[in-house]
């Protein structure tokens, strides 16, 4: 079959290369001029690169991982020590790690927790460890049925300090979606938690080894021409037109030239939009179907990435660190992190600022002041004195509408890959699958996507046949 596939997101792209390696032909239409979605990167006049992201892989990402196997490209996870680093806003400067021993799970989570005893007291590990039991019992249904509750609520229905949130989940939560505890669904928090429990490794962290367009997409991209499917840059979905039977006719899509052709015909269609792109575009006639209407409760979270390239060191630390400021997520320096950005002189940082709901329509250089403000408090020794550190440039990437903000309730409108349009289906970090909205929950449902249009095909097949639409 031809499949239509518009996006070249990490969603887009796996499902390609999952029908691909079923036998399908996928035709990939992405908008802009770079592959990745909220992977993409470019490069400044200089030639050093920026990111829409700061980006993390986790060892608790199995198809991710599974993807870069069968890409032949595994060596390009830059794989950091077992270990989480706080900053410690009370001695600014300083650092407090949870370190993983190798031991089997849980027994090396709980042993990085239990010998951490900078953050949490004795009390309130216990507290914590007591609460997370119905979790570790009962499993992904319990963390599900969670979804009514945020984490700040479902600390206090297991009657877990407050402590707790200050001291650690507010830096997870704004991590994972870019929200304070008090908005993030508990879901969230504890389907993490669940697989950093169950899963030796499943919190060991990578970098990649460079810009993820090219490292990453461009060898999925290969890898689907060579098993003769198609990927066109600059080719904006525009409109998705309908039969009489509301199945899809054609995409309509944004053409550069005369010569390309604009109207689309393949036998199935997905959309691997982002959720908030994609309700723009569902045809009137669909607009009362269930799984497309409570797509209006899913709306993407703004959050920013920034880089500051400075005129010296200001750490050695060759991992993520969790800033715990208010303005601040996580940040890494990435001239030591990430080989292609490697400089053994000056430091490259490149910190996600959230939540940014307050942040987002700012100037550039009062969101660069408000970070150097918070990186005063971070590396004292580097802002006080006769001889500061420089910052040489930066880049600021704002992302108004993100990955979905996962707040309490979500997961029920969350879609499924499959759609009750014969020849029409969903991919996208946003659609269901256990890994929410990441990395991995993108690269899975574009497998899951390839999967069920592969199951779909007679019916497909009938669909067109009754609709007598002659594929290209
Ligand atoms: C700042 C930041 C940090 C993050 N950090 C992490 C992390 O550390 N670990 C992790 O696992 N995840 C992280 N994520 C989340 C992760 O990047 C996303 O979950 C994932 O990349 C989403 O992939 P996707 O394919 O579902 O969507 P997208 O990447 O949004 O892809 C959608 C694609 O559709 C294209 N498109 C839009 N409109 C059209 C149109 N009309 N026609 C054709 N194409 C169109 C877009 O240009 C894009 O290429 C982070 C995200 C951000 C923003």
Redesign the pocket.
Known sequence: MRVAI???????LSCAKYLADKGHTPIV????NVL?????AWKDDEGDWYE?????FFGAYPNMLQLFKELNIEDRLQWKSHSMIFNQPEEPGSYSRFDFPDLPAPFNGVAAILSNNDMLTWPEKISFGLGLIPAMLRGQKYVEECDTKSWSDWLRSQNIPERVNDEVFIAMSKALNFINPDEISSTVLLTALNRFLQEKNGSRMAFLDGAPPERLCDPMVEYIQAHGGEVHLNR??KKINLNNDNSVRSFQIGASSQEIKSEIHADAYVS???VD?FKL?IPDPWKEIDIFKKLEGLRGVP?I?IHLWFDRKLTDIDHLLFSRSPLLSVYADMSITCKEYEDPNRSMLEL?FAPAKDWISASDEDIINATLEELKKLFPIHFTGENQAKLRKFKVVK?PL??YKAIPGCQKIRPSQATPIKNFFLT??YTMQRYL??????VL?GKLCAEVVNEEESQISQSLAENKTIPD
């Open positions: 518009a996006g070249a997101g990490l969603a887009g239409y992405e908008a802009r990745g979605g909220k992977i993409a829409t992201g700061l980006h993390i904006p979905l691997a939009l982002p792109i575009l959050v990435n996600v992302t993100s990955v996208g970090d909205a990441s990395m991995e929950g993108a449902s």
